[in-house]
Every structure is written in structure tokens, then in C-alpha cells.
């Protein structure tokens, strides 16, 4: 596992060596796959310049300073140097955990990224990290703190997670968007008895245990399949865009038709892996010759 920080997390007067180390891939928001830009003519590779508009040149890296727009075309230039002594110079390398809360309370909104807390290597390092993750696990808490890495600060949760602790980077406040607009529409808006009965009904049809091998993408396997297609030499028809169904006008209706599909999904056997992976190759014609 690579550890991209170390240092130790710390409560109180105690001080557990950890490691931190990505749960996910760099491009896990994006696909596996990634483009450049290309001269449609030639095939080259586009590069990026910076210009300026105003002496219609190139300007070099020397020549850029960062700058506020506070109103249109009126900006306040701030130097790196100014940038820099606002960063948090600690060296401390620790993980201050400030307090524990209940961790049902915490909305996954305000997670950002999320890394496994790698216990230290020696035995008697990780054993009050398994004491600090069986008394976490127990009460149903989560830890509230802070750390300094490349001198900006982060708020962080640390969470139990399987026989493990993970920490997630967390939002500031005033980063999250409030949803006040949509409590008052909801507060506004009443359901009668009958259409409940019938949501509750569809949510048992398609009851199920999660099951993390399910979060595939369609997109990637099928634009990895057309991809070795066209490396291939295959040429590429669209395949047919597949019928809406008309909306449903009454909700009732559309509740019923909705549980009689969740009946008709939870009745069928579920294929094992095999009818799940094989990939749905688009449409193609012959490789000319």
C-alpha cells in the first residue's frame, strides 16, 4: 500500500503512528481512459499557451502573477510570497483529533476524499490503534480534527471501516451549498396513505444487500470495447437509441406499474458474474480490406 503522509494521530496524551494512503485511484472521478487534443489534420498533439490578449504574445511563467477579480477587469494581484506565509508552517505531523461525535450524524456531503490510516509496523504501534478502533466501533463515533499537509490545514473524520480506521478530508461550511429551498418545498407538499403503501412496496421489491463488485460502469467497458475496436481496424456503427416510456400521468399508476416491475425484477434469478461482465460490444460492420 503506498503511504503518501506519515505521522501519528493524537488525542488527549496519547499518540498513534499512522500512515495515509489513497482508497481510491487518481482518476476515480473520471474515466480510465484519458484524451488529448489532437490537429484533426495531422494527428499532433495541441499545446496550451499562455497568451496575453493585450501584447497578442506568449508570456513565460516568470511574467504570470496571481490575481482577485473583485469586479469586472479590477483585480488585487497577491505574490507568492504573501501566499506562503499564510501557509501553516507545522512539522508537528499529527493528526489532532479534537472531539467524537455520533457518526450517523455526520452527512457523507461535507466528505471530500477519503485515505486508509495505515497502523505502524511494529506490534506495539498497532495496538492502541486496534484499542482507539474497537472503542470507536463500540459507541458508534467518529473523530473530529485537523491535520497540515503541504502546509494547508484540512478538517478531517476519522471512521472505522472494517478492521481498519479510514480518514476522510472534509468540506469547510461555508463550501456546501444549503438545501433550505428544497426542505421548504418538501415541507409544503403532502402524500396520501395509499401512494405511501405503494412506495414502500416498491422499495421492499428492490430490497437487496449491497454488493460493491456492482459499481460498474457502462460507460467505461463500452467505451473501452470501442476503443479495441477501432485500434482493430473496425469500423463503427451507433448502435439504435433505445425507447423511452411515456411518462405516466396519474401517480398511482405509475406507482402500480412501478411495483409490478420490482415484483418482475426481485422474481428473476440473478446471473452470476459471467452475464454481468460480458461486454455489450457495439454494433459493428465488416473491417475493409
Known amino acids: 500500500?503506498?503511504?503518501?503522509?506519515?505521522?501519528?494521530?493524537?488525542?488527549?496524551?496519547?499518540?498513534?503512528?499512522v500512515g495515509l494512503a489513497p482508497a481510491t485511484k487518481p482518476a476515480a472521478r473520471q474515466s480510465d481512459v484519458s484524451f488529448r487534443l489532437l490537429h484533426r489534420e495531422c494527428l499532433t498533439p495541441i499545446r496550451q499557451k499562455r497568451w496575453c490578449p493585450k501584447h497578442d504574445r506568449e508570456v513565460t511563467p516568470d511574467e504570470l502573477v496571481k490575481g482577485w477579480e473583485v469586479a469586472k477587469g479590477q483585480f488585487v494581484v497577491v505574490e507568492e510570497a504573501e501566499l506562503e506565509a499564510l501557509e501553516r508552517h507545522d512539522d508537528s505531523r499529527t493528526i489532532a483529533i479534537e472531539r467524537f461525535v455520533p457518526l450517523a450524524d455526520v452527512d457523507p456531503v461535507w466528505m471530500d476524499r477519503t485515505y486508509f490510516l495505515v497502523p505502524?509496523?511494529?506490534p506495539a504501534q498497532r495496538r492502541p490503534y486496534k484499542l482507539l478502533l474497537e472503542a470507536m466501533e463500540e459507541a458508534g463515533v467518529g473523530a473530529i480534527g485537523r491535520f497540515v499537509r503541504s502546509g494547508r490545514e484540512s478538517l478531517c473524520?476519522?471512521?472505522?471501516r472494517g478492521s481498519g480506521l479510514v480518514l476522510e478530508t472534509m468540506y469547510l461550511v461555508e463550501d456546501v451549498y444549503s438545501q433550505a429551498e428544497i426542505d421548504e418545498a418538501m415541507a409544503e407538499t403532502e402524500v396520501k396513505s395509499n401512494e405511501l403503501d405503494l412506495a414502500r412496496q416498491i422499495v421492499q421489491g428492490l430490497a437487496a444487500e449491497f454488493d460493491p463488485s456492482e459499481l460498474a460502469s457502462e460507460y467505461r467497458r463500452?467505451?473501452?470495447?470501442?476503443?479495441e475496436a477501432k485500434?482493430?481496424?473496425?469500423e463503427i456503427t451507433a448502435p439504435e437509441p433505445a425507447e423511452e416510456p411515456a411518462p405516466a400521468v396519474d401517480l398511482?399508476?405509475?406507482?402500480?406499474?412501478s411495483v409490478a416491475a420490482a415484483k418482475a425484477s426481485s422474481?428473476?434469478?440473478?446471473?452470476?458474474?459471467?452475464?454481468?461482465?460480458?461486454?455489450?460490444?457495439?454494433?459493428?460492420?465488416?473491417?475493409?480490406k
Do not use: C, H, Y
Open 1 to 17: 500500500m503506498r503511504v503518501t503522509w506519515n505521522g501519528s494521530l493524537s488525542f488527549g496524551l496519547v499518540s498513534i503512528p
Open 252 to 257: 398511482i399508476e405509475a406507482l402500480k406499474a
Open 157 to 160: 473524520l476519522v471512521r472505522t
Open 267 to 288: 422474481a428473476r434469478p440473478k446471473k452470476a458474474a459471467a452475464k454481468q461482465s460480458a461486454p455489450k460490444r457495439p454494433a459493428r460492420k465488416a473491417a475493409r
Open 231 to 234: 485500434l482493430a481496424g473496425e
Open 222 to 227: 463500452d467505451l473501452r470495447t470501442l476503443l
Open 120 to 122: 505502524g509496523a511494529a
